[in-house]
């Protein structure tokens, strides 16, 4: 998969080393991956817009971002656990495999999904209670010497 990007080198003096950075482009999701997250690298899918990409001086500002969209060339399916241990590597992380079967659900899921009846006999979102309006503590007196009163 070819993504776009920005690089940048630069030296702040002369007796530093040259500093370098680098960036993914991002765009909006696609409706095929939206689920997952809200934002998606900008993919380049042919080697003409790597080309016009990598070769932007010769394209006009507002034709290079019509290369950032997004794309729905990405397959996504369900694969192992294993990928979760970070010594984990090999083909086996990318096999597809069954999706995982329905897990139960605990009871902080079952909070946040059932709809909440209001005082008013309607479902709804849960509301918070007001919380109860209190006077600030006052401050204990102090008396000095002289008998004036400090707070």
Not at 19 to 29: D, M
Not at 45 to 69: A, I, M, P
Request: a negative charge; aromatic letters at 6%.
């Amino acid at each position: 998969m070819l993504i776009a990007g920005l690089y940048d080198r630069c030296n702040l003096n002369k007796e530093d080393d040259d500093l370098y950075s680098a960036s993914v482009i991002t765009v909006s999701a696609s409706d095929s991956i939206s689920w997952l997250h809200h934002r998606m690298p900008a993919i380049l899918e042919t080697e003409d817009e790597v080309r016009e990409w990598l070769h932007t001086g010769n394209l006009k500002y507002l034709e290079t971002l019509k290369l950032l969209k997004p794309r729905t060339c990405i397959d996504l399916y369900p694969v192992s656990k294993i990928v979760n241990r970070t010594m984990t590597e090999g083909p086996a992380c990318i096999e597809r495999c069954d999706p995982p079967k329905k897990r139960k659900v605990n009871t902080l899921d079952k909070f946040f999904s059932k709809k909440q009846k209001t005082e008013e006999g309607g479902s709804g979102v849960l509301q918070k209670p007001e919380l109860a309006k209190q006077e600030p503590e006052p401050k204990p007196e102090h008396k000095t010497e002289e008998g004036e009163v400090k707070l």
